[in-house]
């Protein structure tokens, strides 16, 4: 009875399970499958990549009461990739930017803010995008210490990045000495983050630093990580804000002083700056500054985190329906 309606139909599934596949057939299967399909390396709450924040996870406990927060992610070969992905982004960038400070003292710009301000802006947007989606697009010791202490960041994250976009800096310093030379590039002090303390001091440019990177910190949190924010502008428009909001900080500073090139809020640009022009004066304020800054801005997170409206609502909802019973 092999010839009956449910054996005919079992018979033409084997037919086709062993029946061969066309190459084009067998290429989409090859493209199904193995980890670099996923591309999910930018995946984590202190991503700029907003969609890729999709994937993560949510935590009852803070992150300095989990353990895996310090201790997971070491041997994560998509970690490592990321790493990689920040130290050549941060390379490139600082280059970039170095680039244009000794442009600008060439052609003896009287509106250096102005410029200052435009260019870091679209710079440090067009970069977010291009490396969001794959690391998250910090690019900046900054920004990643940040996450790092509002848990947004694990350490194992936090810390290859940091030593990937310090890598970077020093690469793109040593990349500047050799486009300019010596001669050039010490007497333009290597293309910007220096001061004259005959002028301002150095607990002024420390103070300066610290509130300038408090300033970014929060603006960068609340347009670019928060997210509720997708749901006024989009995820799209986060690394543009970003740029604006480092651009507006940075040119807000620029000419406060004679002889003072104005905050970094950056401290792998401050370390690379200094390689080109061959020296470290006073290179402890451009990162304790910004740890400074950093570590004001968590404790507001911590204490009023962007959920606090939210969880203040569903808290009230569980109360009435508690009295409503």
């Known amino acids: 009875m092999s010839g009956g309606p449910n054996n005919q139909g079992m018979d033409e599934r084997l037919n086709h399970q062993h029946r061969p596949q066309s190459s084009s057939q067998q290429r989409i299967l090859d493209t199904e499958k193995g980890p670099r399909h996923k591309n999910l390396d930018g995946a984590f709450d202190g991503s700029f990549a907003g969609t890729a924040r999709q994937h993560t996870e949510t935590f009852v406990r803070p992150w300095y009461l989990r353990s895996q927060y310090f201790t997971e992610g070491w041997m994560d070969t998509s970690i490592w990739r990321a790493a990689m992905v920040e130290l050549c982004a941060t390379a490139f960038q600082l280059y970039l930017s170095g680039q244009l400070g000794i442009t600008l003292m060439n052609y003896k710009i009287t509106q250096i803010a102005a410029y200052v301000g435009i260019y870091n802006s679209l710079l440090l947007a067009v970069f977010i995008y291009a490396t969001a989606p794959a690391s998250g697009g910090h690019m900046n010791p900054l920004i990643t210490f940040a996450c790092m202490i509002c848990g947004l960041c ?19 310093g040593g990349a500047l000495l050799g486009s300019w030379g010596e001669d050039r590039a010490v007497s333009h002090m290597g293309g910007g983050v220096f001061f004259d303390p005959a002028i301002i001091s150095p607990g002024q440019v420390l103070l300066t630093e610290i509130m300038s990177s408090a300033a970014m910190v929060f603006l960068g949190i609340g347009v670019g990580l928060d997210p509720r924010q997708q749901l006024i502008f989009g995820p799209q428009l986060a690394p543009l804000l970003v740029g604006i909001s480092m ?35 006073y290179q402890w304020i451009w990162w304790v500054g910004p740890a400074l800054g950093a570590m004001v801005v968590a404790v507001l997170y911590e204490l009023a985190p962007p959920s606090h409206a939210q969880e203040a609502d569903e808290n009230a909802n569980a109360r009435q329906s508690t009295n409503e019973y």
Do not use: E, H, K, W
């Open 154 to 172: 694990p350490v194992s994250r936090g810390v290859l990045y940091l030593v990937a976009q310090t890598i970077g800096g020093a690469l793109a």
């Open 247 to 281: 651009g507006i900080v940075t040119s807000s500073t620029t000419g406060i002083a004679p002889g003072y090139a104005g905050a970094s809020i950056n401290p792998a640009r401050a370390f690379g700056l200094a390689v080109a022009r061959g020296s470290f004066d």
